[in-house]
């Protein structure tokens, strides 16, 4: 058996931090993937928790319940009834924009993302709500990004409603 050099030993050296360093990225890797599930599961949880409560009000209070129906389908609202219904509205849309950009960064599956759009879309058929979303696609107060989105919905659902 012979002796090695000290070269030689640099070099066996050298190839197994190489392979020390591969096996700790690939370890790195998995965590960020695991961290990456486990916040996409948290937003996906506080998206639908959010949304949960704020239509439970429905159910559990039935002077809001028939506010929200009159509201939907076009009855008389006083000041203070047309604030609630506004401000229910731009809760709506707080967490719409929300889950637009956690969509856009991954961190919302796409079949919920889409199930949450098309539900949100078709409450944009609502008077109250349709001019909730026209006022946040043009009023600079949400993202340019989200903005556009809710104009597309606006011309989507105006050129459905001219149609029927």
Known sequence: MRRRTLAEW????????AV??????????LQVRDNTEALRSRNERALVDALES???SRVTDA???ELM???????????????????LAYLYLDNWEQAFHDRQKGLIDADIW?????WLTARSRHAYFHAAVADAA?????????????RD???STDSRAAER
């Open 10 to 17: 640099s070099t066996i050296a050298d190839i197994a931090a």
């Open 20 to 29: 020390a360093v591969v096996v700790s990225l690939l370890f790195v890797g």
């Open 54 to 56: 704020l239509e439970l």
């Open 63 to 65: 002077g809001f319940a």
């Open 69 to 87: 129906l009159r509201a939907e389908t076009g009855g008389a609202l006083s000041d203070v009834d047309r604030s609630r219904v506004q401000a």
């Open 114 to 118: 889409q199930a949450l759009d098309d």
């Open 138 to 150: 043009t009023s600079g107060t949400y993202s340019q990004d989200f903005a556009a989105h809710l």
């Open 153 to 155: 919905i606006l011309t």
